[in-house]
């Protein structure tokens, strides 16, 4: 192996190779003395530090078992701008940064282990990344700008978890939302089924709600003297399932079928749901009393997992001077919001998503991404081949948002932590040091090069 090229102390980044594969590696020199892993083979290797630099002596390897326990989690390789991913969209303590932390995360009680962005982005600027790339005023495009237009009208602020839903609706997923009350879930789903023209349900999961009070039931009509079918509440196409994790395990269930087929089958006779269909379930992370954990197979249903915090002062200033007028809430979205589309048009545009390209190399970097969270050792459980399809969907409609007829990584990158968080279990160890599902994602993801599209 090479001597290190730069000495730590001068604060350049230190470059040296990889005992195993023999790549080149480049990391920054704060991380000098810290264990990190070979972008390429994954091997464990040990940064040099101030005090045994020598310019002439090659760098040691540490025998670390990555399956053992540490008092600290193994800090994350620095990769050289040309493989450094974008930021998330949707990260919640911006996994892709290097910077120490500066607040813990409102969802936990430990540390995060990166540092928050400094400042929130707009839908206009998540998708900025666009500008690198040729775009056209295409009809979804168009579609996207007047729906979000509209939404903005009355629901303030939480620009991701509206980007994040626009995906999932015209990529024929479903969404869940972990947040506290009180922070316009229902306000929002309200304004989305007004501009989109859906209908719109909401179910209030409790302990005591059965299958067949979502799903529907036979009712006996004395006077035709047969039983009847009467649909429940989620033959709609904007469900809002609200706490959802408050209900037990049969009624759980009674919803797979319903997200992957869309359709009921209630005594042998199978009843289609009208599409598009959109499930957005929520579940509150700090009260947990008569709570129930969602299934592994529920979980793996939804194509995001977003995380809704509180709004920015100057958003909340917002929402005072918006909402605070006693004016009833459903004659301002029925009278100011505007229908700008129809479910046809949803269906049409979701179908015309599937004709955005993506590139090989960006398929093999999606499987790559997919296939390491099953490898890692701080995972107890990996994602499923159903994430792999959820990013490519996610892909190309964010493609499609921006105006392109072709995904590139950042689409992929920028969906990542919502499609992979809720899809992977912590060992027992990492949970005990408290690590983070989305710090020990962003460091995995800093492992895996990210393509070059030519």
């Known amino acids: 192996m090479s001597s290190p090229s730069q000495s730590p102390g001068d604060g350049a980044p230190i470059e040296f190779n990889c005992p195993t594969c023999g790549a080149r590696l480049r990391v920054a020199h704060e991380l000098a003395g810290r264990a990190v892993r070979c972008s390429k083979c994954t091997t464990q290797l040990k940064v040099p530090t101030a005090s045994n630099v020598n310019p002439t002596a090659p760098v040691s390897q540490t025998a670390a078992n990555p399956t053992a326990s540490s008092s600290s989690a193994p800090s994350p390789p620095a990769r050289s701008p040309a493989a450094q991913p974008a930021d998330s969209l949707f990260a919640e303590d911006g996994a892709e940064t290097f910077s120490p932390p500066t607040r813990t995360s409102p969802m936990s009680s430990a540390p995060p282990a990166t540092s928050e962005p400094t400042g929130r982005r707009s839908i206009k600027e998540m998708l900025s990344a666009s500008g690198k790339y040729e775009t056209r005023d295409t009809p979804t495009r168009r579609l996207f700008d007047r729906v979000v237009e509209q939404v903005s009208k009355i629901y303030v602020g939480q620009d991701e978890l509206v980007l994040g839903t626009l995906v999932a609706l015209f990529s024929s997923g479903h969404v869940l939302i972990e947040s506290v009350p009180g922070l316009g879930k229902t306000l929002f789903v309200r304004t989305l089924g007004r501009v989109l023209g859906c209908d719109f349900g909401r179910i209030q999961f409790t302990a005591d ?145 599937a004709s955005v390209r993506v590139d090989p190399k960006l398929v093999e970097y999606i499987n790559r991404l997919v296939r390491a969270t099953r490898e890692w050792p701080q995972f107890y459980l990996g994602a499923s081949p159903r994430a792999g399809l959820a990013l490519m969907q996610g892909a190309r409609t964010l493609a499609a948002f921006c105006g392109r007829d072709y995904a590139i990584p950042d689409d992929v990158v920028q969906i990542a932590l919502p499609v992979l968080r809720h899809r992977v279990v912590l060992t027992a160890e990492a949970e005990v040091e408290q690590l983070t599902v989305d710090g020990i994602l962003g460091e995995m993801m800093r492992t895996i090069e990210v393509p070059r599209l030519s």
């Not at 047969?226 to 429940?232: D, K, M, S, T, Y």
């Not at 009624?251 to 289609?272: F, N, P």
């Not at 529920?298 to 005072?320: G, H, N, S, V």
């Open 209 to 353: 709600l059965m299958p067949s009070d979502i799903t529907g039931a036979p009712i006996f009509n004395v006077k035709e003297q047969e039983f009847l079918f009467r649909p429940g509440p989620v033959f709609t196409q904007v469900l809002l399932a609200d706490e959802i994790n408050r209900a037990p395990a049969k009624t759980h269930a009674a919803l797979l079928e319903i997200m992957q087929e869309y359709r009921v089958t209630v005594d042998g006779t199978s009843h289609r749901l009208t599409r598009p269909f959109l499930v957005i379930a929520t579940q509150n992370p700090v009260e947990s009393e008569g709570t129930y954990n969602l299934p592994e197979a529920q979980l793996d249903r939804f194509m995001f997992k977003l995380i809704a915090d509180y709004p920015t002062e100057a958003e909340e200033a917002q929402i005072l001077e918006m909402h605070s007028r006693q004016i009833d809430v459903g004659k301002r979205i029925e009278e100011e919001l505007e229908q700008v589309t129809t479910p046809e048009e949803i269906l049409r545009a979701t179908q015309e998503n």
